[in-house]
């Protein structure tokens, strides 16, 4: 059984392109959270998806981000116009199910965004 | 303020020595995670608690729901410990997770 995978695991955009992150969670979850790691700080909550829903996207800036989880294929987080302040690893977990106590999240390996 | 602390900041250890590092929350929780980040910058899910007590090997994680507080404990440190080990609760108001900022963990042979 794979676990989470993302892709690309490095990526490198100029500024004011857009950035395309992929997260294709372990097979048998429907559920996939979305997390950002800026340098030398913690990890930061985004966005939390169910298949073709978006349940809580609190932790989401309010513009040029955005985040899907379509019923085929993986989970995309796209920022639009990236500015440099963007450049960080963005981490993707799945679970099987949603917000019940019992269920542990699994970690991809990241994405490591580099706006120059 | 964080809604997550956690203390120390920075350990170093000798190898063998028995390690704690402690968590403190401020919120209202329906789980609290323990996570490995590695070097390489992998992350692992180390334990999920929401009362009690877990063991894995030379890990223990603790929580007291009461005073919002969790410790995770390593045994018997070794070098592959070398991580950082980072507090993670979830919300139970909502889907929210908080993170610590971690604490950094440094075993010498």
């Known amino acids: 059984n794979a676990g989470v995978m993302q892709n690309p695991r490095h990526l490198v955009r100029r500024r004011g392109q857009e950035a395309r992150l992929r997260c294709s969670p372990m097979?048998?979850?429907?559920?996939v959270y979305w997390y950002r790691q800026l340098p030398e700080e913690g990890l930061k909550f985004m966005v939390y998806l169910q298949k073709e829903n978006i349940i809580d996207e609190s932790g989401m800036p309010k513009e040029r981000f955005s985040a899907e989880f379509p019923k085929e294929g993986p989970s995309i987080l796209r920022i639009q116009q990236v500015v440099r302040g963007d450049s960080a690893a963005y981490f993707c977990a799945s679970s099987p199910q949603g917000a019940g106590v019992a269920y542990e999240q699994y970690f991809g390996p990241g994405t490591r965004l580099t706006v120059t | 303020k964080n809604e997550v602390e956690q203390s120390p900041q920075n350990l170093t250890a000798q190898e063998g020595e028995f390690i704690t590092i402690n968590c403190s929350y401020s919120?209202?929780?329906?789980?609290l995670h323990w996570l490995q980040q590695h070097p390489g910058g992998g992350i692992v899910s180390l334990f999920m608690l929401s009362s009690g007590k877990k063991k894995h090997g030379r890990l223990i994680a603790t929580i007291n729901i009461q005073e919002k507080h969790s410790s995770l404990h390593i045994t018997a440190s070794h070098p592959r410990d070398s991580a950082v080990y980072i507090c993670a609760v979830r919300s139970n108001t909502g889907n929210q997770f908080y993170f610590g900022t971690g604490t950094s963990l440094t075993v010498i042979p």
């Open positions: 919120v209202g929780i329906s789980a």
């Open positions: 097979k048998g979850h429907s559920h």
